[in-house]
């Protein structure tokens, strides 16, 4: 009688352990357990959700952070996995929170039809992508970090430190620091103000390496995971990569192009009021994949005479620049998502204005 049942499970996720819930196809709470986050309780789990019953779908909070081996693991079982957004706070106001009421509440969204999207499946090239570009962008902001602090200490060093570095470049700057041999007493603030920018030279021109060495090693996958991506105009591996790692590995699980627009926060949004007539872009979805179809945009503007005839034609007509970015950015969405590894639905013609 059990194995006739369909039911729906529902996953609050943690570091040390998962809660998850287990109701019926009318939403009746069959069950609430609590499992470790390792590989024997991940197979407990499995087999406690199918010793309810068919399981028709789990919703999972948190696929991209503590929900990730989980869900991959249930999707390997053959387990169709859903990804549940976590309640806005009136309704957690509302209703309070706990870990049993967090997993049931996961399970009702999937069965009410609230929740319904597909997990990432961060098993492919493309994980291995977004693991490596995690290391790059934290050097490039330590690096930008570093060069501020060093100007920052020029700016308030003795005259005698300040006088000889004025006017340099970042480059003659930071060789220049990092080649100096300071001495005197530390109690000296010119000697410690030398020391210290010695340092940071050192230090900037480590994570430069650094920065070159993940750029060797992320070219190459983002060329062999979305060869016809990176040839585009004005598309490189910085961009690529960001664009292919808010995609996923599975980028089927987005059912069109506009569901990739809204993505990457490109999708317009209406912002008329009385007799102005407009749009705005969505201020929502994932803010670096907005930030690389951004950089995109200008490079093509600058470079591109295709974009650039668009511009002007555009311009002429009225519109302003942050307009046609827009409308830029709504176009070059829909071109990317055309290539795109793996993308089975077929997106809209590209205007022949962009």
């Known amino acids: 009688m059990a194995d006739e049942t369909a039911v729906v499970g529902g996953i609050d996720t943690h570091t040390d352990f998962h809660q998850a819930a287990v109701i019926d196809s009318i939403g009746r709470h069959l069950a609430t357990e609590r499992f470790e986050t390792t590989p024997e309780g991940y197979q407990r789990l499995?087999?406690?959700?199918?010793?309810?019953?068919?399981?028709?779908?789990?919703?999972?909070?948190?696929?991209?952070?503590?929900g990730a081996e989980i869900a991959r693991f249930l999707t390997a079982g053959g387990i169709t996995v859903v990804e549940v957004d976590r309640p806005d706070r009136r309704a957690r106001r509302d209703n309070g929170t706990s870990d049993p009421v967090?997993?049931?509440?996961?399970?009702?969204?999937?069965?009410?039809?609230?929740?319904?999207?597909?997990?990432?499946?961060?098993?492919?090239?493309?994980?291995?992508?977004?693991?490596?570009?995690?290391?790059?962008?934290?050097?490039?902001k330590a690096r930008t970090q570093t060069i501020n602090q060093i100007r920052t200490l020029i700016v308030t060093a003795p005259s005698v430190v300040r006088e000889r570095l004025r006017g340099l470049s970042t480059r003659a700057l930071v060789d220049t620091l990092a080649r100096s041999r300071p001495a005197g007493e530390l109690?000296?603030?010119?000697?410690?103000?030398?020391?210290?920018?010695?340092?940071?030279?050192?230090?900037?021109?480590?994570?430069?390496?650094?920065?070159?060495?993940?750029?060797?090693?992320?070219?190459?996958?983002?060329?062999?995971?979305?060869?016809?991506?990176?040839?585009?105009?004005?598309?490189?591996?910085?961009?690529?990569?960001?664009?292919l790692t808010s995609a996923?590995?599975?980028?089927?699980?987005?059912?069109?192009?506009?569901?990739?627009?809204?993505?990457?926060?490109?999708?317009?949004?209406?912002?008329?009021?009385?007799?102005?007539?407009?749009?705005r872009l969505n201020r929502g979805g994932d803010r670096h994949a907005d930030n690389a179809l951004h950089t995109i945009v200008l490079v093509r503007m600058k470079y591109d005479q295709r974009t650039q005839e668009y511009v002007a034609r555009r311009t002429a007509e009225g519109m302003t620049k942050k307009d046609i970015v827009r409308c830029l950015k709504r176009f070059f969405a829909r071109e990317i998502y055309r290539h795109l590894p793996h993308a089975t639905q077929t997106a809209k013609p590209l205007p022949q204005t962009a």
């Open 248 to 279: 996923g590995d599975n980028p089927d699980r987005l059912r069109s192009e506009a569901s990739f627009a809204h993505l990457c926060g490109a999708a317009p949004v209406p912002a008329s009021s009385g007799r102005t007539n407009r749009h």
């Open 187 to 243: 109690d000296d603030p010119a000697c410690a103000v030398r020391i210290a920018l010695r340092r940071l030279a050192r230090r900037y021109q480590h994570l430069t390496e650094e920065i070159a060495e993940a750029d060797k090693e992320i070219g190459p996958l983002v060329a062999k995971a979305a060869p016809r991506l990176v040839a585009l105009p004005g598309v490189g591996p910085e961009t690529a990569g960001q664009l």
């Open 46 to 66: 499995l087999d406690w959700l199918c010793s309810h019953g068919e399981v028709l779908a789990v919703g999972i909070e948190g696929t991209g952070a503590y």
């Open 102 to 140: 967090d997993a049931y509440a996961a399970a009702t969204a999937v069965l009410s039809g609230r929740a319904g999207g597909i997990p990432k499946a961060r098993n492919g090239i493309v994980e291995a992508i977004r693991a490596l570009r995690v290391v790059r962008r934290s050097a490039v």
